[in-house]
């Protein structure tokens, strides 16, 4: 059974059809990666799973559906995302920015942590852990350089522990070197528990890290596969000319 099962999900815009049918499957330990040209819908797929846009079709996380919750609700569930451009707080330390991503909203939520005050704290620190912050806790994202802000923004994403985390380029803006070493970090995440689907225009990385890649383009499927067979599917290749990447 697939950890997230995406079937069918199509999404409109008045008369643009950005999603079409598609079907993804993320599994156990996976890194799945969604990649396609400018406009092919790889962030509408991201909105319309984590339930930020309305879709028709189905979304499962551990077989349980998904579909008409609100996405607070998918990501208590487990189901997570990043977004494009990375809003950390820059007047907070890095622990502090993830601390707020982890509090409590609800009140059973505060009584349950007052209960069990280190459970927070404890996930904090796994995730700057996980991500090779720890040494960055107590400084501003500011004062960091690129690659390890996004390292804080997905460690933000991480803190509550999902079972799949969606990442809309976090490579975007970063060198090579950056790149490689978030690749490092993302290649540690399904030891960690988390599933991961990758959507990024950096073809080293996305080639790099995932074991299976689905090509969108008009925002229909047009090639899954391993990274040697959508580097070699001609329709892949069709698709890709005639962008400005
Ligand atoms: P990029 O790689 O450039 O980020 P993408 O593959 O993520 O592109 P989307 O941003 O999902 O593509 O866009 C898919 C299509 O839907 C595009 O034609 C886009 O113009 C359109 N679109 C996206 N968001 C909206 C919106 N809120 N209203 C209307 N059209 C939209």
Redesign the pocket.
Known sequence: MSRLEVRGLSVS?GG?V?VDAVDLDVGDGAIVGLI?P???????CIDAVCGFVGASGHVRLDGRALDGLPPHARARAGLVRTFQSVELFDDLTVRENLLVAAAPTRWWSLLADALAPRRTRVDVDWALDALGLRDAGDARPRELPAGARRLVGLARAIVSRPRVVLLDEPAAGLDPSESTALGERLRALPALGISVLLVD?DMHLVLGVCEEVTV?DFGQVIARGTPAEVRADPAVARAYLGTTR
């Open positions: 815009y643009l950005a396609g400018n406009g092919a819908g790889k962030t509408t225009h969108l």
